[in-house]
């Protein structure tokens, strides 16, 4: 799948699973990039290239490290799920990561930190 059919497919998944916390979603195909803004100020980038690299950010807070970020954009990770990695909020360090670039799968497990 191309990397704009990614985006408009997690388009579509994120209205359709965050519609009650929802508060804007900004479809940006020129930067390759959703932003999503929630209620509660919490901030999600997704972006996919076609290289089958992909980022999925929270970024929750202002504070360093209040975020997670879920990629596969380096290879740098000792993890079993190389190169997919996951980024713990308010830690540095990449982990084992359940995200695979692909929006049917990733966006229904909603980001969770």
């Given at each position: 799948m191309k990397s704009l059919e990614k985006l408009g497919k997690s388009k579509f998944l994120n209205e359709k699973e965050l519609s009650i916390t929802l508060q804007t979603l900004n479809f940006e195909p020129k930067l390759a990039r959703i932003r999503v803004s929630l209620r509660?100020?919490?901030q999600i980038y997704i972006r996919y290239n076609d290289y089958g690299e992909y980022s999925y950010s929270i970024i929750i807070s202002k504070m360093r490290l209040d975020r997670c970020r879920f990629d596969?954009?380096?290879d740098?990770?000792?993890v079993p799920t190389r190169p997919n990695h996951f980024h713990p909020r308010f830690v540095g360090e990449g982990f084992k990561s359940p995200m695979i670039g692909n929006p049917d799968k990733d966006i229904q497990q909603n980001f969770h930190c």
């Open positions: 509660n100020g919490t596969n954009y380096d740098n990770w000792n």
